[in-house]
């Protein structure tokens, strides 16, 4: 009888909650660890679509990258996420900044291979990777690479004169990360989202930055993490959400 304490112990190998950033919520968010898990739902986020999900599966725990409870609750109504978790006995555990810093199945080191990055150094204090491409690129033809890659609807991007050979990657909101990706000699930064201010500081410092979009820098670590947690647990089912996307939309 696999309990959720069994699986929380294993995510400690390789992403433990000591790891988390200072303003971060990691852990076991909503449930308890004697828990008898059987059917388990990963998601970069919990959403009322995912928890439907997780519900039609018989889903013990949905395993998620954001943090159902972030912030400090002041009040909890009947449409709040931990709400629903908990009327339905669905438990949360939430591996955010621990598995963006993890170098096994971790978030940045994910994305770097989505890349198709070679010789990746991960400096998890930074929450960036570094690796070399397969060949040397332009800005604008990284950014199409970018795009594939990950499937992107739009990637936005500064065009910059440089040729290619190291790229730093910054997974969601990493955008501020363009500094030290130049201190630890990246010609270009790849991440999530990138604030306007933070596009004008990289131009006038001569970095170009990618952005691919917070959901698609960020799931592409959710399929390894489920295959490396069915390794470990065979008698359990781990599935992949097929409602993790964000709700918003691009026309």
Same mark, same amino acid.
């Given at each position: 009888?696999?309990?959720?304490?069994?699986?929380?112990?294993?995510?400690?190998?390789?992403?433990? @909650?000591?790891?988390?950033?200072?303003?971060?919520?990691?852990?076991?968010? @909503?449930?308890?660890?004697?828990?008898?898990?059987?059917?388990?739902?990963?998601?970069?986020?919990?959403?009322?679509?995912?928890?439907?999900?997780?519900?039609?599966?018989?889903?013990?725990?949905?395993?998620?990258?954001?943090?159902?409870?972030?912030?400090?609750?002041?009040?909890?109504?009947?449409?709040?996420?931990?709400?629903?978790?908990?009327?339905?006995?669905?438990?949360?555990?939430?591996?955010?900044?621990?598995?963006d810093r993890a170098r096994d199945c971790g978030v940045n080191i994910c994305l770097a291979?989505?890349?198709?990055?070679?010789?990746?150094?991960?400096?998890?204090?930074?929450?960036?990777?570094?690796?070399?491409?397969?060949?040397?690129?332009? @800005?604008?033809?990284?950014?199409?690479e970018v795009k594939n890659a990950l499937n992107c609807e739009s990637v936005e991007y500064i065009l910059g004169e440089k040729?290619?050979?190291?790229?730093?990657?910054?997974?969601?909101?990493?955008?501020?990360?363009?500094?030290?990706?130049?201190?630890?000699?990246?010609?270009?930064?790849?991440?999530?989202?990138?604030?306007?201010?933070?596009?004008?500081?990289?131009?006038?410092?001569?970095?170009?930055?990618?952005?691919?979009?917070?959901?698609?820098?960020?799931?592409?670590?959710?399929?390894?993490?489920?295959?490396?947690?069915?390794?470990?647990?065979?008698?359990?089912?781990?599935?992949?959400?097929?409602?993790?996307?964000?709700?918003?939309?691009?026309?």
């Amino acid at each position: 009888m696999i309990k959720i304490k069994d699986i929380f112990e294993y995510t400690e190998t390789f992403a433990p @909650v000591s790891s988390q950033a200072d303003f971060d919520n990691c852990g076991l968010l @909503v449930g308890d660890m004697e828990k008898e898990v059987k059917n388990v739902l990963l998601s970069l986020d919990v959403t009322p679509e995912v928890i439907e999900e997780a519900k039609a599966l018989k889903a013990d725990l949905i395993i998620s990258h954001h943090p159902v409870i972030f912030s400090p609750l002041k009040a909890l109504n009947s449409v709040s996420i931990p709400y629903l978790l908990a009327r339905e006995d669905i438990a949360a555990l939430c591996l955010h900044t621990n598995l963006d810093r993890a170098r096994d199945c971790g978030v940045n080191i994910c994305l770097a291979k989505a890349l198709g990055l070679s010789q990746i150094e991960l400096f998890p204090e930074d929450f960036i990777a570094v690796g070399t491409p397969e060949r040397k690129l332009s @800005v604008i033809d990284l950014a199409k690479e970018v795009k594939n890659a990950l499937n992107c609807e739009s990637v936005e991007y500064i065009l910059g004169e440089k040729i290619i050979e190291r790229i730093a990657v910054s997974s969601g909101a990493g955008g501020d990360g363009f500094i030290r990706a130049k201190e630890l000699g990246a010609d270009v930064l790849v991440t999530g989202e990138v604030k306007h201010h933070q596009l004008l500081e990289a131009h006038a410092l001569g970095v170009p930055i990618i952005a691919a979009g917070h959901f698609h820098t960020e799931d592409v670590a959710i399929q390894p993490l489920c295959e490396k947690l069915s390794q470990k647990f065979p008698e359990i089912s781990f599935s992949k959400s097929e409602n993790y996307r964000w709700i918003s939309h691009k026309i």
